[in-house]
């Protein structure tokens, strides 16, 4: 089973043992508008936690999207890459980004949780 984690630079994380799925929240693609490109990062590529790990392109602006945790992406989503509407219309499920195999499972403890995170978008105005 996992569960989701979220960071004040609106990625998302699911961890399933060490290994973590990453995208951006809904909140942020509604604010990026339709994504037109993506550019994710190498399999076997390090991050360290909030590290540039992907490049997002939409109508509207261009983003940068930010390792949630600390580790080696082990998978990248290709389907984003191909038809990156894939983004806007499931964020947290077929638009994800990248796997990591997770350096410090305490670390994913210390993000927020869907509750923490919806408070902290409804500060945001």
């Known amino acids: 089973m996992s569960t989701i984690r979220y960071t004040e630079d609106h990625e998302w994380v699911s ?74 219309a499931d964020p947290l499920g077929h638009g994800w980004f990248f796997r990591l195999r997770v350096d410090d499972l305490n670390a994913f403890e210390a993000l927020m949780d869907e509750s923490a995170y919806e408070s902290f978008v409804e500060e945001l105005g």
């Not at 909140?27 to 490049?55: H, I, S």
């Not at 940068?64 to 080696?72: D, F, I, T």
């Open 15 to 88: 961890l399933d043992g060490n290994e973590a799925t990453c995208g951006i929240t809904d909140y942020a693609q509604e604010q990026l508008g339709d994504v037109v490109f993506v550019e994710l990062p190498e399999v076997g590529a390090r991050f360290a936690a909030a590290d540039e790990a992907a490049v997002i392109e939409s109508v509207k602006a261009a983003a940068e999207v930010y390792a949630p945790l600390g580790g080696e992406v082990i998978a990248v989503n290709d389907a984003i890459v191909n038809d990156p509407s894939l983004v806007n």
